[in-house]
């Protein structure tokens, strides 16, 4: 089943029409359909052309740009064109500017200039978006909905005084009383106890550190006041147009919105996803962010932004060499992605992303760019089968943002070192490496169905999180810094592991952070060593716990390092190889074992082979099927060339 009325794997892109003047919209069209572009998104940031004066709409040129694309058999995301407000808005409602944490007031000139409490940029906001609804409702083009932009890009909080009542309507729903909000944020600690909720404010710029009990509901309250503000959209649209999916852009792996709470809020999961080309690992980060998308809602999504060669806001832009954007393409959809789309189609002549690479490049039709985008879209009709089709993963990696963002508090930690992407990827890599699929997953989830569940770290642990945890029926690893506070960053009585101790079968005696640089060697009960960074732990296990492997020199020499009881297993320091911990725990899991620098991955009938490196590559196939890129059959051994791919429809029982 196709994401939206669209067949097949969607192609396209981020489309502007309102950058050109109208005599170049018919060559945009046609060059559509000859490069095979399924879906445009378009008018992300028309506010200002759409509704030039208060209450006062041009929607005839939208008109012809949609009828242009349906005629030429182009679908559309059509956005509802809040992510930049116009000026006449933000004249008339100064108010509706953010305010950074030193209390000076954002100006007009970039893009997503509004504060998500505002109730005026709110209103307006709606207004539009029923507008549109109205207007596009049944338009045979509009295919999906796409409310605001990029969430959290540039706008993540606001510490206005209208963000201070927001906030303070927030903890009041979310404690009921004063007294329950010291004591969650533990106010008798510097003399910061409240008598009101009037009282309450932002956590602006303080003399010292600032209470890391409102700083963690603060994290919380910002997610949830920028889901309010798409749902407040969200709801319009569907009350007016029931059957046409609506969804917003993620941003991969972001650490201000909780995508667990906000995937259940949107019809269809996208992101928008841009792997540096100079980076040679760039590929295994964004299979993790990949494999997270598909995750959230456990079913097919939408990559709706990736670059076709070079961004424009890292300090020195790499362009994608030959064969790069098709790799990085054919990638998102062996990790789920039921279509591959892009920012943007045609690249632009002025503002600040006129450097940013597109479909149809600056040089037109004649460049290596274009060729490209043709190559890209006659494979992505070749897959039209894989659309729909689901990814089976029997390793889980477990996290939730609520720890991520106590973790990473900026104050008053044992160690600011500890940074939850590289703890997931510390994981990931080797298990990417092996070719074994995994799906991500938030700390409370049935987690049943899986065979090995590996919890990177869970700083902040609950009751009912380590229940769930005590649940699983497969081997379990939990990584250090784990069951240290409870949901209001206070500190378990009796420490670490708290609710995770009679699980594992530990106490964590003392933390036991690294300075830069420094290394703990690590040797394993069946032989080996390895070593850790950053972090270790003094740790007194049970009686009953075997203890997989030791601290050796330092001032912990001797001590456990990796325990286990049952088939739970505790990794108390960041290990550079966890390969020792894998190999006992992943048994049976199935591994494909491509040569390094491959990728493979499995989903449904397909088999992806992803050769990432710069030389050939021999691969064994585990099984025998036909290449749908070449129409090929294949078995046995077959050869990649430097960044090329295979699609394998499996044939057979498997």
């Known amino acids: 089943m196709s994401l939206t009325r669209v067949p097949g794997l969607l192609f396209g892109g981020d489309y502007n029409p309102e950058q050109w003047p109208e005599e170049v919209w018919a060559e945009d069209v046609r060059l559509m359909a000859e490069a095979g572009v399924t ?59 953010p305010v950074d944490a030193q209390g000076v007031r954002l100006e007009f000139g970039s893009r997503q200039g509004y504060c998500p ?37 540039h706008t993540l909080e606001c510490f206005c005084p209208e963000s201070a009542r927001h906030f303070r309507a927030w903890l009041r729903a979310r404690y009921g009383t004063v007294a329950a909000l010291n004591t969650a944020w533990g106010t008798s600690c510097w003399g910061q106890h409240y008598t009101g909720f009037e009282q309450v404010e932002p956590p602006r710029k303080a003399p010292g550190p600032v209470n890391p009990g409102q700083l963690l509901d603060w994290r919380r309250f910002c997610s949830d006041a920028l889901l309010e503000l798409f749902a407040a959209e969200r709801d319009t649209l569907r009350e007016i147009t029931p059957d046409i999916p609506v969804t917003t852009n993620f941003m991969s792996l972001l650490h201000g919105l909780d995508y667990w709470t906000w995937a259940a809020a949107e019809d269809l999961v996208s992101d928008d996803a841009y792997p540096d080309p100079a980076d040679p690992g760039s590929h295994v980060a964004v299979a993790l962010s990949y494999d997270l998308m598909r995750s959230l809602k456990r079913r097919p999504w939408l990559l709706l932004e990736s670059a076709p060669s070079a961004v424009s806001w890292r300090e020195v832009n790499a362009p994608k060499p030959p064969g790069m954007m098709r790799l990085h393409s054919l990638q998102a959809v062996a990790h789920g992605a039921d279509g591959v789309m892009f920012f943007q189609w045609r690249q632009a002549r002025y503002g600040p992303e006129k450097f940013h690479s597109a479909m149809l490049p600056h040089g ?18 070749r897959l039209g089968e894989v659309a729909g089709t689901a990814t089976r993963a029997e390793v889980a990696l477990v996290f939730g943002w609520d720890s991520w963002w106590g973790l990473e508090a900026p104050e008053s930690m044992p160690s600011n070192r500890l940074r939850l992407k590289e703890l997931l990827l510390a994981w990931y890599a080797p298990l990417h490496a092996r070719g074994i699929a995994v799906d991500l997953a938030p700390p409370d989830r049935d987690l049943s169905d899986y065979r090995v569940v590996i919890v990177p770290n869970l700083y902040l642990c609950t009751a009912e999180q380590a229940q769930a945890l005590a649940a699983v029926t497969g081997e379990l690893v939990v990584g250090p810094f784990s069951g240290v506070v409870d949901e209001s960053d206070q500190v378990h009585d009796g420490g670490a592991p708290g609710p995770l101790r009679d699980l594992l079968g530990v106490a964590v005696d003392e933390f036991w952070p690294l300075p830069d640089g420094a290394t703990q060697r690590v040797r394993h009960a069946g032989g080996g060593t390895g070593r850790a960074r950053t972090w270790t732990e003094w740790l007194r296990p049970d009686d009953d ?62 088999l992806f082979l992803l050769n990432h490196t710069t030389a050939p590559q021999q691969v064994t196939l585990p099984y025998r099927g036909r290449d749908l890129l070449t129409d090929t059959d294949l078995r046995g051994v077959v050869r990649l060339a430097p960044r090329d791919a295979v699609v394998l429809r499996i044939e057979g029982d498997t």
């Not at 004066?53 to 949609?66: C, I, K, Q, Y």
């Not at 330092?554 to 390969?579: E, F, K, M, N, Q």
């Open 117 to 153: 409490s505002s109730p005026v940029f709110r209103g307006h906001a709606v207004r539009l978006a029923a507008a549109m609804a109205t207007r596009y409702g049944g338009h045979p083009a509009l295919a999906m909905w796409h409310v605001g932009n990029e969430y959290a890009d």
């Open 39 to 97: 879906m445009a998104t378009v008018a992300v940031f028309a506010w200002s052309r759409l509704e030039p004066e208060p209450g006062a709409h041009d929607f005839a040129w939208l008109d012809r740009v949609l009828d242009l694309l349906h005629e030429h058999g182009v679908a559309a995301d059509l956005a509802t064109a809040t992510a930049t407000p116009p000026p006449w808005l933000v004249r008339d409602h100064p108010e509706v500017m």
């Open 545 to 606: 716990v075997a203890v997989l492997a030791r601290y050796e020199g330092g001032d912990l020499d001797g001590l456990p390092a990796v325990t286990r009881r049952g088939t739970a297993t505790y990794v108390s320091c960041l290990l550079d190889d966890v390969t020792p911990v894998l190999d006992r725990v992943l048994g049976g899991v199935p591994a494909i074992g491509p040569p390094p620098g491959v990728e493979a991955v499995r989903r449904g009938r397909h």
């Open 364 to 381: 037109g039709v004649h460049t290596r760019g274009w060729r490209d985008t043709l190559r890209l879209g006659a494979d992505l009709r």
